[in-house]
Nanobody, 123 residues
């Protein structure tokens, strides 16, 4: 079971980035996938979760209306489209597999983590 995140980079405030999380060894039909982030000097925080089998997606309040989580038709990649980026969005972003098909906002509900990808929002 693996998850591989990519797509981070340097972007100006107001800009956009799309993160990708390529999964292998498990099915999105059986497990939810979430995105978390960790800013320098801060604790890791939940950003968004997609439950393919449930047809649901969830977001933390601070990213609602700006971020969109989705998956490809082959169900091998989960995306996080990030628009109207702010300096506060600067962090290392991680994707992770939930322990069930619903997912959660709690990190302990995720058992396999990908490596992070750094997003820097700065002018």
């Amino acid at each position: 079971v693996q998850l591989q995140a990519s797509g981070g980079g340097l972007v100006e405030p107001g800009g956009s980035l799309r993160l990708s999380c390529v999964i292998s060894g498990f099915s999105l039909n059986s497990y939810a996938v979430g995105w978390f982030r960790q800013a320098p000097g801060k604790e890791r925080e939940w950003v968004s979760t997609i439950s393919v089998s449930d047809g649901s997606s969830y977001y933390r309040d601070s990213v609602k209306g700006r971020f969109t989580i989705s998956r490809d038709n082959a169900k091998t990649t989960v995306f996080l489209q990030m628009n109207s980026l702010k300096a506060d969005d600067t962090a290392v972003y991680y994707c992770a597999r939930a322990t069930d098909y619903l997912g959660s906002a709690l990190a302990q509900a995720y058992d396999v983590w990908g490596q992070g990808t750094l997003v820097t929002v700065s002018s």
